[in-house]
């Protein structure tokens, strides 16, 4: 029998890519792509030359069972998705299962994923998060977002560019003007950018200055009844926007 590997892929940089992930790449009989056309931009860049097939949540229902059956007849399979770790808000989680539930071996190799830097970044506390990923569109939003109003841990949520103002209005109605965030953009590329500040601060720079590229929202987690979170920030400043800002200026963006 074969082997699946999950393998992350780069959210920005290419240099983010491991050896390891490299060298799997290259030994794999088949590697599996959300987008060949991205996909292949990056395995020639590293010289990689496999078999390559399409797998994305529009065909995965389809293919899972025909890539279970050639793994189960020996085939080494990788899978990549176009940036970052999949089965994270990407497809992946249909194979890892078929596999694990027909006893095969499933390797995820560690690698990037466009959260864990803009959580680490934000300047939020970063111990005990959640992690939303994308929330629904329609049905089922309000429930999420009534939820998350009492979630005292840091949450994080993906947002495309074009809903970013709208969702960051939303949290300001659901959690108040004066809740935290920090909204990351364009982790590792060239344009990486971390606007922190209240969501009312942040919301009304996103709406002077149009937001670009793949975004990862970090809000605060809601204060306890003591208010300690506060409490904790002001020890670390006297100035807690300043703190969150990473300047001695008061504005709401800075580049890395």
Do not use: W
């Amino acid at each position: 029998m074969g082997k699946l590997y999950v393998v992350p892929t780069p959210v920005g940089n290419m240099e983010d890519m491991t050896y390891r992930a490299v060298r799997v790449l290259k030994e794999a009989d088949l590697i599996l792509a959300e987008d060949t056309r991205t996909s292949s931009v990056l395995l020639q860049h590293y010289d990689i030359h496999g078999e390559l097939l399409s797998h994305h949540k529009f065909n995965e229902h389809e293919t899972v069972q025909g890539v279970v059956r050639r793994i189960q007849g020996g085939l080494t399979v990788a899978l990549i998705s176009d940036a970052g770790t999949p089965g994270i808000s990407d497809p992946g989680f249909l194979l890892v299962r078929e596999c694990v539930q027909h006893g095969i071996e499933v390797q995820t190799l560690p690698g990037p994923t466009a959260f864990v830097p803009a959580l680490v970044s934000s300047g939020l506390p970063c111990d005990k998060f959640c992690f939303e990923g994308f929330l629904p569109q329609k049905k089922g939003r309000q429930t999420r977002l009534d939820r998350l109003k009492d979630e005292e841990r840091s949450t994080i949520i993906y947002e495309s560019p074009r809903r970013l103002v709208k969702t960051l209005k939303q949290l300001m109605e659901m959690m108040g003007e004066e809740r935290k965030v920090c909204v990351s953009r364009e982790i590792s590329k060239l344009h990486e950018e971390h606007v922190r500040g209240t969501l009312k601060e942040v919301t009304e720079h996103f709406e002077r200055v149009e937001p670009l590229g793949e975004i990862v929202i970090i809000l605060e987690g809601k204060p306890d009844e003591t208010g300690a979170s506060a409490q904790r920030e002001e020890k670390m400043s006297d100035d807690p926007l300043r703190m969150l800002m990473g300047t001695g200026k008061k504005k709401n963006k800075y580049k890395n």
